[in-house]
């Protein structure tokens, strides 16, 4: 009986593990068996600890962003903003072979440097381009696995919704985070274009270039005109939300509250606003905002009763008795946030394996700045690998009926080995995370 008693958080653990695999929703499950643990844990003293806790998530003004991040993308999806840089980059890169590949990952970085929303970015461009690169004889997996593998960038590449979290639960400033996710994005950006490149020179017919008489019809001049116009609008608000948190002038939370009020005034300029698309906008907001932070309860209470039964002692006595070192646990760690990709979203992994995991690679002295990006990028690829990546089933949902599901597995493959090397890049060089925050900080 000891000896169940000493496994208990573990039994907890797996318990919750095996009913989000059966499908149960994720909110109820964790703050269901958090509740039941707890009153065997604590007895009805526990009552009295979790308010306190649960209080202390709802004051927390850094989780004001959340909401406010949630806005400011899904006001962006309905000004038309996408529509108009994909077809304009298209036009740009389409002289080379790829180009219309790479002028989506191009769109990608951009979308998700502006709205930081997956679903919203990889619906917008599977809507866009995926017609677009089948006319243009692209092949079915190339395309779905550009648009998928794109669509995700809004997970690393600053303002990010996953960035705050982590944030909040590492105890990272998230003005730090964002300023050390700047260049790990744009590095997976420059991989998968460099991908797009050489495989387009590797199997010619995968990626023919666009056709010339298309380009002809646009005059260089009236080409710049529809640069400046497609890319102005993007930059000037990524600059408004993430030049005045690098500067000091705002913190996260305020410079959240300057990109929803970019992302409407650029919803008016594009001539798409309406009161109609403001109670959609509201409607998403409220839902997507409910649902993290009804997970946020339920993982607070996870946390609380995790850690009341002594779990993240027992965790660190396993994974410390393992003999490999910080490296070798670090791989361990980054390992089983991998795997669970594969069968729960980021949100889930988030709230359930950081706050077990982070406080042991931490206590090993661990930066928590660079462990932090480097989960971020892990969580990435959970967007990515079936059989429930995100990216995936939105991707599927938008596609013409030509496109099958292996269309889309294979497709993704290329770019989920991309992820890991780019996860190996920041590995082996912690710089490219702690240089800009040390030099802009």
């Known amino acids: 009986m000891e000896m169940i008693h000493e496994y ?3 039994i907890m653990f797996t318990a919750v593990f095996g009913l989000l695999l059966l499908g149960f929703p994720v909110a109820f499950t964790i703050g269901g068996v958090s509740l039941f643990f707890g009153l065997y844990g604590f007895g009805l003293d526990f009552f009295s600890l979790l308010p306190l806790r649960i209080w202390g998530t709802m004051k927390n003004f850094t989780l004001l962003a959340v909401p406010l991040f949630i806005y400011m993308g899904v006001m ?3 000004s038309g903003l996408a529509e108009e840089l994909l077809e ?9 072979r790829g180009g219309l590949a790479i002028s989506v990952v191009f769109v990608g970085a951009l979308m998700g440097a502006s709205t930081g929303i997956v679903g919203a970015t990889v619906v917008t461009m599977g809507l866009l381009s995926v017609p677009t690169m ?3 004889r692209y092949s079915k997996s190339l395309t779905t696995g550009t648009v998928a593998a794109s669509g995700t ?3 690393i590449i600053p303002p990010s919704i996953v960035l705050v979290l982590l944030g909040d639960i590492m105890n990272v400033p998230v003005g730090d985070l964002f300023v050390g996710a700047v260049i790990p994005g744009f590095v997976l950006v420059f991989l998968y274009m460099l991908y797009i490149f050489f495989i387009s020179r590797l199997k010619p017919e995968w990626a023919p270039p666009i056709d010339p008489e298309i380009l002809a019809q646009i005059s260089t001049k009236e080409l710049y005109m529809r640069v400046f116009k497609a890319l102005v609008p993007p930059l000037t608000l990524m600059i408004a939300v993430l030049g005045s948190i690098f500067a000091g002038i705002a913190s996260p939370t305020e410079a959240a509250s300057v990109g929803a009020v970019g992302a409407t005034l650029l919803t008016v300029m594009h001539k798409r606003f309406s009161m109609g698309i403001v109670k959609e906008v509201m409607d998403m907001t409220t839902k997507l905002t409910c649902m993290v932070f009804i997970i946020l309860v339920g993982a607070t209470t996870l946390g609380l009763v995790f850690r009341g039964l002594d779990g993240d002692a027992l965790v660190r006595g396993l994974i410390t008795s393992l003999p490999f070192g910080q490296w070798g646990i670090l791989f ?4 089983i946030i991998f795997i669970a990709g594969f069968f729960l979203d980021f949100i889930e992994i988030t709230f359930i394996h950081v706050p077990v995991l982070t406080p042991i690679m931490i206590s090993m002295g661990v930066d928590p700045l660079w462990l932090a990006v480097l989960i971020a990028v892990n969580l990435q690829t959970s967007f990515l690998t079936p059989p429930f990546g995100f990216s995936l089933f939105y991707l599927k949902g938008v596609t013409p009926p030509e496109i099958d599901t292996m269309d889309i ?4 493959i290329p770019f989920v080995i991309i992820q890991v090397i780019g996860l190996a890049i920041i590995c082996l060089f912690p710089q490219a995370v ?7 900080l």
């Open 409 to 412: 597995y294979k497709g993704i």
């Open 76 to 78: 962006l999806e309905k």
């Open 332 to 335: 361990i760690v980054m390992s």
């Open 434 to 440: 702690t240089w800009l925050p040390s030099v802009l």
């Open 8 to 10: 208990m958080p573990l």
């Open 88 to 96: 304009t980059m298209a036009l740009v890169f389409g002289k080379i």
């Open 134 to 136: 089948l006319k243009s």
């Open 153 to 155: 960038l809004g997970q």
